[in-house]
């Protein structure tokens, strides 16, 4: 079985800046594809135009976790908030598969919950 996750933390969630070397450490610690992408959104005067936009066009950072083993996932997902924190809105999980999803949500409330 397949399980990914994307973690979407939006200005402001990170405890700390999502470094890419960090990233690809965890990767290399547990063996897993890890990705990372930063996403600006639309910019006025006044901030951000999020109105009317879908969730991948807002500003954000995406990482994304892919493995074959729910252990495997569980501890990366240990590693990755334990430095970051969760997410913190309900979209934080969107583009998950369903597995992926269902054991991020456990390993979330395990350490952090979501508020």
């Known amino acids: 079985m397949q399980y ?6 939006y200005p402001g969630d990170a405890l700390q800046a999502i470094r ?11 063996s897993l594809q890890v990705n990372l992408e930063n996403i ?18 807002i500003s954000q950072t995406v990482i994304s976790l892919e493995t074959d083993s729910e252990d495997i996932l569980k501890n990366s997902l240990r590693d990755v908030i334990r430095r970051y924190r969760s997410p913190r ?22 350490l952090d919950g979501w508020w």
């Open 4 to 9: 990914r996750v994307k973690l979407r933390y």
């Open 20 to 30: 890419k070397e960090d990233l690809q450490a965890i990767a290399a610690k547990w």
């Open 40 to 57: 600006e959104g639309e910019m006025t005067p006044k901030g951000e135009k999020t109105l009317d936009k879908n969730i991948e066009s």
């Open 89 to 110: 809105t309900v979209f934080s999980l969107w583009g998950s598969s369903q597995e992926g999803e269902k054991v991020a949500w456990r390993v979330i409330e395990e």
